[in-house]
């Protein structure tokens, strides 16, 4: 038995191949991995697809604190690699004695928010063989002030509001918004309960990113985008404080800081 245990541990060992990755092993990043055509690529214990030319992608969430395990498999050689995560320090905010309508939304509108919610969990969970994840991301707004950042939370009367997920571009109404990055348009909705006008693409892979509060929305449902290509305007639809762009980026379910894929200078 022992002899047998060593004998596929050396296997194991002796058989790795080529791998990197594009990224940092931080919470909230969103990681570029390479390595030989025709691999199984598993994070964690869930398969993810390969390009052609060997690219796939994954990410790790805002409060993810156990090591990430990337499971290489290339005709029967094994390969296992097991990476920790960097701790980030995000921004709480605590703010007492607000008005309770002001902390809850009111009870009439729960039903709406679920429904909306549902839109966007199955936009987000487009699995598509787009390989548009690859290139390079531009800022949807040239500059323009970050005003909100990925992770920040607010605890209102004592209650933890949902983490801000998003990057917020401080820019007035009607600022012209560039697509980041090529995609597919997977939704589109004028006006829903918290993000207003949102737009969803698809970029391959898992890897969506989202547009919210928008004042007008010029793509449409299905349609196929540049990078660069203008697809609405500025807004403050929804639950917003003012005008403002507020981008997300996801892997699935799995929330990212679009500030891992962006090239930022303020
Ligand atoms: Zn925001």
Known sequence: MR???SLVFILITTSSFAVTFDGKFIQGSFI???????SEVFIDKKKVKV????FFVFGLGRDRKYDVVITLNKDGNKQKIVK???K?????QRIDGLEEKKVTPPEEVYERIKRENKLIAK????DSDLTFFKNKFIVPIENSIITGVYGSQRILNGKPKWPHYGLDFAADEGTKIKAMVDGTVTLVEPDLFYTGGTLIFDHG???STLYMHM???LVKKGQKVKQGDIIGTVGSTGRATGAHLDVRLNWFGIRLDPATVLDLKN
């Open 88 to 92: 980030r320090k995000y921004n709480i």
């Open 84 to 86: 920790k995560i960097l």
């Open 51 to 54: 390009t052609s030319d060997g």
């Open 205 to 207: 892979h898992g890897i």
């Open 32 to 38: 570029l991995g390479k390595t030989e055509p025709g």
């Open 3 to 5: 002899i047998l245990v």
């Open 123 to 126: 936009a987000r969970a487009t």
């Open 215 to 217: 004042e007008k929305v």
